[in-house]
């Protein structure tokens, strides 16, 4: 199997594994369509969250995409990618002043907060320093729309501030001077592969929007409409037709930019925009049987893509997985298809990337890819588990493989601990509870 012409055995060959890779011309295309699509007025921020690769942002920066963050890492990530300030908004329910402080000294296009009590905090923070800050209010909508795998809205909620408070909260710019707000932002679930959901979705954050403007008199520079665009997963699952979202939300977004010209108009995407330009790669160490089972057991599992491996979900559902390479002339052979677990090095149960999955029969030295991986990988997951650490990234341009993120080697971890000696215990000491 070949990426831009290249074979995955010589990208394992040259980088090891496990090893991320990621499609360049994926991601490039993915943000291209989605962009030609949608309404001229509806800007594509990319949410780093889902990839915060620098080099993966910018390739989807080049593609137009703008940037959402939550940290202070992602944020000098998106700078350092080449992302205009105007071009990125901070949001998450706990930012801390150094994370505001450097939102008002970069001067990003707006902090979108998440309390009462934080756009105080911001407020102060700004008086401090003389300056205006566009903000967003989060609203945690009054309703839930279902369908989509995880739910915001109607429900108690860390993230952002309830519709009612909101639209209780009276005149608001009359009591902020330095937080400037200027819009809203409702962000209802993650995993959306129902356009109609994504059209309500919409319509309710745009209606929301002009109530607000109503009720307590702010301006409107920006509402942010959220987005969790989903991509196809499992068995049964399929992928958002673009059509059906462009029927569901162009109009939409057609009227409400007729009625407010001036208005910025954002989606958030992460897992659309990621998912499907990355491949997670395993090497097999060791095959064996367990009554009757046969396991696989490679050099990747959970601490890596936790998603994959499916923790919390009730059954186990594997992400489609392909044999990418093997060793020798026989690197074409397909052989007989049969069921494989296919497992990582840690050790707990859980650590089964694929269940009975449908491979060939699996050998030492081969490679598996798992596909559509190139969202919540690696940074959300417990990277740490067992000492083991970041696999290697490696993004594929024009034809060329160029390493991204460097593996965690066993001294960069050695490096962060600290080795206290309990100068009262003598040696012996401790030589005789052994
Ligand atoms: C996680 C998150 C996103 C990205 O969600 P995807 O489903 O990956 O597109 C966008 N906005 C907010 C507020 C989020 O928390």
Same mark, same amino acid.
């Given at each position: 199997?070949?990426?831009?012409?290249?074979?995955?055995?010589?990208?394992?060959?040259?980088?090891?594994?496990?090893?991320?890779?990621?499609? @360049?011309?994926?991601?490039?295309?993915?943000? /291209?369509?989605?962009?030609?699509?949608?309404?001229?007025?509806?800007? %594509?921020?990319?949410?780093?969250?889902?990839?915060?690769?620098?080099?993966?942002?910018?390739?989807?920066?080049?593609?137009?995409?703008?940037?959402?963050?939550?940290?202070? &890492?992602?944020?000098? /990530?998106?700078?350092?990618?080449?992302?205009?300030?105007?071009?990125?908004?901070?949001?998450?329910?706990?930012?801390?002043?150094?994370?505001?402080?450097?939102?008002?000294?970069?001067?990003?296009?707006?902090?979108?907060?998440?309390?009462?009590?934080?756009?105080?905090?911001?407020?102060?923070?700004?008086?401090?320093?003389?300056?205006?800050?566009?903000?967003?209010?989060?609203?945690?909508?009054?309703?839930?729309?279902?369908?989509?795998?995880?739910?915001?809205?109607?429900?108690?909620?860390?993230?952002?501030?309830?519709?009612?408070?909101?639209?209780?909260?009276?005149?608001?710019?009359?009591?902020? =001077?330095?937080?400037?707000?200027? *819009?809203?932002?409702?962000?209802?679930?993650?995993?959306?592969?129902?356009?109609?959901?994504?059209?309500?979705?919409?319509?309710?954050?745009?209606?929301?929007?002009?109530? &607000?403007?109503?009720?307590? *008199?702010? =301006?409107?520079?920006?509402?942010?409409? !959220?987005?969790?665009? @989903?991509?196809?997963?499992?068995?049964?699952? $399929?992928?958002?037709?673009?059509?059906?979202? %462009?029927?569901?939300?162009?109009?939409?977004?057609?009227?409400?930019?007729? #009625?407010?010209?001036?208005?910025?108009?954002?989606?958030?995407?992460?897992?659309?925009? $990621?998912?499907?330009?990355?491949?997670?790669?395993?090497?097999?160490?060791?095959?064996?049987?367990?009554?009757?089972?046969?396991?696989? &057991?490679?050099?990747?599992?959970?601490?890596?893509?936790?998603?994959?491996? !499916?923790?919390?979900?009730?059954?186990?559902?594997?992400?489609?997985?392909?044999?990418? *390479?093997?060793?020798?002339?026989?690197?074409?052979?397909? *052989?007989?298809? $049969?069921?494989?677990?296919? +497992? @990582?090095?840690?050790?707990?149960?859980?650590?089964?990337?694929?269940?009975?999955?449908?491979?060939?029969?699996?050998?030492?030295?081969?490679?598996?890819? %798992?596909?559509?991986?190139? #969202?919540?990988?690696? /940074?959300?997951?417990?990277?740490?588990?067992? $000492?083991?650490?970041?696999?290697?990234? &490696?993004?594929? +341009?024009?034809?060329?493989?160029?390493?991204?993120?460097?593996?965690?080697?066993?001294?960069?971890?050695?490096?962060?601990?600290?080795?206290?000696?309990?100068?009262?215990?003598?040696?012996?000491?401790?030589?005789?509870?052994?």
């Amino acid at each position: 199997m070949r990426i831009q012409g290249i074979e995955y055995e010589d990208l394992a060959g040259r980088f090891g594994t496990p090893l991320y890779v990621y499609d @360049g011309e994926v991601l490039t295309d993915t943000v /291209t369509e989605l962009r030609s699509a949608l309404h001229p007025a509806l800007e %594509v921020f990319y949410s780093l969250k889902s990839n915060p690769n620098i080099s993966v942002f910018r390739v989807l920066r080049r593609g137009g995409a703008r940037a959402e963050v939550s940290s202070l &890492v992602e944020l000098r /990530t998106a700078l350092a990618a080449g992302a205009k300030p105007e071009d990125v908004i901070f949001l998450g329910p706990g930012k801390s002043a150094e994370e505001l402080g450097a939102c008002l000294d970069v001067g990003v296009y707006a902090v979108v907060v998440e309390s009462f009590d934080e756009l105080d905090h911001l407020e102060r923070l700004a008086g401090d320093r003389g300056v205006r800050q566009r903000v967003l209010l989060r609203i945690n909508p009054a309703c839930a729309i279902s369908g989509s795998r995880l739910t915001m809205g109607g429900k108690p909620r860390q993230f952002g501030i309830d519709e009612k408070a909101v639209l209780d909260a009276g005149d608001l710019p009359s009591r902020y =001077r330095h937080a400037d707000v200027a *819009g809203i932002h409702v962000y209802m679930g993650t995993r959306i592969l129902d356009a109609e959901v994504l059209g309500k979705n919409t319509a309710y954050a745009l209606d929301l929007a002009e109530r &607000v403007v109503r009720s307590t *008199g702010i =301006r409107l520079d920006a509402v942010d409409i !959220g987005g969790g665009m @989903g991509v196809a997963y499992f068995d049964g699952e $399929s992928d958002l037709d673009l059509a059906d979202v %462009v029927k569901e939300l162009n109009p939409r977004i057609e009227k409400f930019a007729t #009625a407010h010209p001036g208005t910025r108009l954002i989606l958030e995407s992460g897992r659309f925009l $990621s998912a499907r330009a990355g491949t997670y790669v395993l090497g097999v160490r060791y095959v064996k049987e367990s009554l009757g089972e046969s396991f696989a &057991v490679a050099d990747g599992g959970t601490h890596h893509h936790m998603a994959a491996v !499916g923790i919390g979900s009730f059954v186990k559902r594997n992400f489609p997985a392909v044999l990418l *390479g093997r060793d020798g002339e026989e690197r074409t052979r397909t *052989g007989p298809i $049969s069921p494989q677990n296919v +497992t @990582g090095p840690l050790c707990t149960p859980n650590d089964t990337l694929l269940k009975q999955a449908q491979l060939p029969d699996l050998r030492p030295g081969d490679l598996i890819g %798992v596909a559509r991986s190139g #969202a919540y990988g690696p /940074t959300a997951s417990p990277g740490l588990f067992l $000492s083991h650490g970041y696999p290697a990234e &490696v993004l594929v +341009t024009e034809g060329r493989a160029h390493l991204v993120r460097s593996r965690d080697e066993p001294d960069d971890l050695m490096r962060k601990q600290h080795l206290y000696d309990q100068p009262s215990t003598p040696d012996h000491a401790l030589e005789e509870t052994q």
